[in-house]
């Protein structure tokens, strides 16, 4: 490849990725002025980190490592949050851009916009940005993030040259916000009453019901998951069910603190399983199922929520009589609205949605959401008749408001944009105003609908008052839009670019860009199309006639969307990751297209399977884009909840491209030592910034994809062309070899078998966590092992459909040869280490000796390395690592005589 040395940008070089992914993970608690707050979009990259790739990409690298040093440096000043408005530092960043691009701002695309982290960065550091998405909803929201604020949050100057107004954007939305929240107050504020003593409504309580399926009892069950009102150090509420069996009925009451006499966390519902508390008899999910499909699941107000201007905290009191009645008055009062037509452009659509939900299973939506007859039901019913009414009222409202708005100003476009900025409002109170929202115990507020990416069935849902300047209410949506407004004024006024278009067909001329920086979607990852539908149903009916081309259709469009999904392809799993697969190689090769010939192309990728890697670099190789270097970056909260239950990444792999320029072909052989050496280079840098776990095999890839995608054509000495799962099962290989020498620091492993290389190496990748069992099969390859072997044969996995787990002592103990040596042939190291952990928690210690001394291990100090580095990999906390520093501990106290003495952490310890 003949490029220009002089020409490598930074990122090509060195990325400071601890520096980095602090900050990444730090900015996910930031709210004032942040872009998720103006309106949500799932898989947002953080915004620190989306910076340091547009600034590190647009940079030439310094001639000497002096020079180096200090613009790192200046790059982890630049990603802290703080100095997002920096000026000094900002001017000073976009005068290097400059310096390194001929004078001329650079032309930066992201053609898989979404949520907008990418081009605002780019805008930020004053390049001319170009944004691209497919989706409706995300080209909304790129012309409110990117484009109106630069075009039209300007102050308004006086006479005299003074500042009337300091954001004229600001203030109208600001204006009109509160006008539309007085005139809805005005229509249907009597349906949040306050209480007699002043207290206001924050969020009311529900429990879905069905009858008890027992023909002799028949009561009502209401689906609790669990009772606790408020779960925090210093204050224990909770509903607790008074059960009347003369009755057949439960109640409630309130109890706090030593009241609470029972497990608040044992609802009436567990694993989808209901228990009536009259006479104890279940309801299993079909029964439930069948009620919901057969409209015969209903709901029951439980709690009210309150705070008192004079008081602090939450108050919590049982729903009455009175709260039923006036949320029955609502009801009626949403009768006036069913039917109700209203005109998009020269359609006729229904006011209140009735678009079809997506199909079962996609979305996370759930059987409970089709009829009886099959059909998914409609939009409109994952709200209760109060929460479509406040919707519908603020929502015609806004459309009101859009009348008098275009009357008022001169400037059309102008007026579209304080209107749709009304809409995004409207939308965020609409996230936080379904029967799918939470109460959040730990907190005492809503959960947002969207704390995962799915649509799930929500037993127990939270009401919110709109008018109760509170959580999730109106005037709090309408602040935060304006304090990311606020604190965006000060974005270059550079050229700005947004279009909805598909990254298939992007509208521009060949070799337009210095570089294409994006985070494309992960095979099924996230359903961006059916997850935002949720919102195009309603912004359709807030703004379509402003956007007609963008929401003249029924939903959001699906066929043309880049994810995997069965659905979409005759229910055929294969048939769907084909056509993705196919589409992502599409989308490369239009970013080479538009790429200049010394562009920068990068891509973010954070999916953990190897299947998934495997497709993403053949689809870049295909694109005849070659990798020149990777990056690891921690970008998410270690407590999201999807990482709790998976084996997540924690990083997000940035993968810096360039055009291949030559056609040359290699043989295997013949770059294998360079691999190695490039591999074990970047390995090297890896580790020493912590990179650890999951994340440190999936990094390993760039560096070596660096070597091999070089050539158009690698090939075997029979001329056979190497593929790249080939080639990626020797980057595994090398990767599991470093892995365990740095886990055993630097120890031998000439006397550890493959079994207990592969437990070892899993817990400190996966931890607890299941993974799918191709990628199992392939780590136990790369360690001389068969996966099925450890499944059936060893019983160290366990297999549940596609998914595999590890098995720690505990759960091996019914295992009666555990340990035991077979055919003279010592057991793996790794039974005979949980067999002296189970023997250990029984005290037994003359039996754990004489264990020991016949296991073959008796002179054998690895079994102790081995032992110790499970130890140190383990989380505190967890149960197999308490077995370990017993059975560590025990080692000088019990077979004191028969072994060396064992080295002490602190020497264990040192590198």
């Given at each position: 490849m003949n490029r220009n040395n002089k020409d490598r940008r930074l990122i090509e070089e060195f990325i400071p990725i601890k520096e980095i992914s602090e900050e990444s993970a730090r900015e996910k608690s930031i709210r004032h002025g942040h872009i998720s707050t103006l309106h949500i979009w799932w898989a947002r990259r953080p915004l620190v980190a989306s910076r340091a790739a547009v600034f590190a990409s647009l940079v030439k690298n310094p001639e000497n490592e002096e020079k180096r040093k200090e613009l790192t440096k200046f790059l982890v000043e630049l990603c802290k949050w703080e100095n997002s408005n920096n000026k000094q530092i900002i001017d000073k960043t976009r005068k290097l851009i400059l310096e390194s691009n001929g004078g001329k701002p650079p032309k930066v695309l992201d053609c898989f916009a979404g949520g907008g982290s990418i081009p605002l960065e780019a805008l930020r550091l004053g390049c001319e940005t170009y944004a691209l998405d497919l989706n409706p909803v995300a080209y909304l929201i790129l012309l409110c993030t990117l484009v109106y604020p630069q075009k039209y949050g300007k102050p308004v100057i006086g006479k005299g040259g003074f500042t009337k107004i300091q954001n004229k954007l600001v203030y109208d939305v600001e204006k009109w916000g509160k006008w539309v929240l007085e005139e809805a107050k005005k229509e249907i504020g009597k349906f949040y009453p306050n209480d007699p003593d002043g207290s206001v409504p924050v969020a009311y309580l529900w429990a879905r019901t069905v009858k008890c399926p027992n023909p002799n009892c028949g009561a009502e069950i209401p689906l609790i998951r669990q009772y606790w009102l408020c779960n925090k150090s210093n204050r224990k509420v909770s509903l607790k069910p008074v059960v009347n069996k003369k009755?057949?009925?439960?109640?409630?009451?309130?109890?706090?603190?030593?009241?609470?006499?029972?497990?608040?966390?044992?609802?009436?519902?567990?694993?989808?399983?209901?228990?009536?508390?009259?006479?104890?008899?279940?309801?299993?999910?079909?029964?439930?199922?069948?009620?919901?499909?057969?409209?015969?699941?209903?709901?029951?107000?439980?709690?009210?929520?309150?705070?008192?201007?004079?008081?602090?905290?939450?108050?919590?009191?049982?729903?009455?009589?009175?709260?039923?009645?006036?949320?029955?008055?609502?009801?009626?009062e949403l009768e006036k609205y069913k039917g109700e037509k209203i005109k998009i452009g020269k359609q006729e659509i229904s006011l209140i949605p009735d678009e079809p939900l997506p199909p079962e299973g996609s979305l996370g939506i759930s059987p409970y959401w089709t009829n009886k007859k099959g059909k998914n039901r409609r939009w409109a019913e994952l709200f209760n008749d109060r929460q479509l009414l406040s919707i519908v009222t603020f929502l015609l409202k806004v459309r009101e408001a859009k009348e008098k708005?275009?009357?008022?100003?001169?400037d059309e476009e102008y007026a579209k944009s304080v209107i749709t900025y009304l809409a995004i409002v409207l939308d965020k109170m609409i996230s936080q105003s379904t029967n799918l929202s939470s109460w959040?115990?730990?907190?005492e507020t809503l959960r947002n609908v969207f704390a995962r990416q799915a649509l799930p069935m929500v037993w127990d849902y939270t009401e919110i008052n709109t008018f109760s300047e509170s959580t999730g209410d109106w005037i709090g949506?309408?602040?935060?839009?304006?304090?990311?407004?606020?604190?965006?004024?000060?974005?270059?006024?550079?050229?700005?670019?947004?279009e909805q278009s598909s990254a298939t067909t992007q509208p521009f001329q060949s070799d337009f860009f210095d570089a294409v920086i994006t985070d494309p979607p992960y095979y099924d990852a996230v359903p961006y199309s059916d997850l935002s539908d949720f919102f195009f149903v309603w912004l359709k009916r807030s703004v379509g006639d402003l956007y007609q081309n963008q929401f003249g259709m029924l939903l959001t469009p699906k066929s043309s969307e880049i994810i995997q999904t069965s659905a979409r392809h005759e229910r055929d799993k294969e048939k769907a990751k084909k056509w993705y697969e196919e589409q992502m190689t599409l989308a490369f090769k239009e970013c080479n297209r538009v790429l200049k010939e010394n562009g920068m192309f990068v891509v973010v990728f954070a999916h953990k399977t190897t299947s998934a890697w495997e497709t993403l670099v053949s689809s870049l190789l295909n694109a005849d884009l070659i990798v020149t270097s990777s990056w690891p970056l921690k970008t998410e909260m270690q407590t999201r909840l999807r990482a709790r239950e998976s084996a997540a990444l924690a990083s997000s792999i940035f993968i810096v491209c360039r055009k291949r320029l030559t056609e040359q072909e290699g043989y295997f052989n013949d770059i294998k030592e360079e691999l190695e050496e490039r591999v074990h280079q970047k390995l090297d840098e890896f580790w020493n910034q912590g990179i650890r776990g999951a994340d440190f095999f999936i990094s390993a890839i760039g560096p070596a994809v660096e070597v091999f995608g070089r050539y158009k054509k690698v090939r075997k000495l029979s001329g056979e062309e190497v593929t790249v799962a080939e080639f990626l099962d020797l980057v595994r290989q090398i990767v599991t070899d470093y892995s365990l020498k740095k886990i055993l620091?630097?120890?031998?492993?000439?006397?550890?078998?493959?079994?207990?290389?592969?437990?070892?190496?899993?817990?400190?990748a996966y931890n607890n966590n299941e993974i799918l069992f191709d990628d199992a099969r392939k780590l136990a390859q790369a360690l001389g092992t068969e996966a099925d072997q450890l499944i059936h044969k060893r019983d160290i996995l366990e297999k549940k459909g596609d998914k595999v787990r590890l098995l720690g002592p505990k759960e091996r103990a019914k295992e009666k040869d555990l340990g035991e040596s077979k055919g003279g042939m010592p057991a793996p190291m790794i039974d005979v280490i949980h067999k002296s952990c189970l023997l250990w928690e029984k005290g037994n210690k003359q039996k754990l000796g004489e264990f020991i001394e016949e296991s073959g291990y008796k002179d054998n100090e690895t079994i102790w390395d081995v032992a110790q580095a499970l130890s140190e990999i383990l989380p505190d906390g967890d149960k197999e690592k308490q077995l370990l520093q017993g059975l560590l501990a025990s080692k000088t106290t019990t077979i004191r005589d028969k072994f060396k003495t064992q080295r002490t952490i602190t020497e264990f310890k040192g590198e």
């Open positions: 009755e057949k009925r439960i109640d409630f009451e309130i109890v706090e603190g030593k009241q609470i006499n029972f497990k608040p966390e044992e609802g009436t519902m567990k694993k989808g399983t209901a228990t009536c508390l009259v006479c104890g008899h279940t309801a299993d999910g079909n029964y439930i199922r069948k009620e919901s499909q057969q409209g015969r699941m209903g709901q029951r107000m439980t709690t009210v929520v309150l705070t008192h201007p004079k008081k602090s905290g939450k108050i919590y009191r049982l729903a009455t009589q009175k709260d039923v009645e006036v949320f029955e008055k609502a009801s009626k708005i275009l009357k008022e100003e001169k959040a115990i730990t907190r949506a309408l602040n935060w839009n304006n304090l990311y407004l606020k604190d965006i004024q000060t974005i270059a006024n550079t050229k700005i670019f947004c620091r630097e120890g031998s492993l000439g006397d550890i078998d493959e079994i207990t290389r592969f437990y070892i190496l899993w817990r400190w």
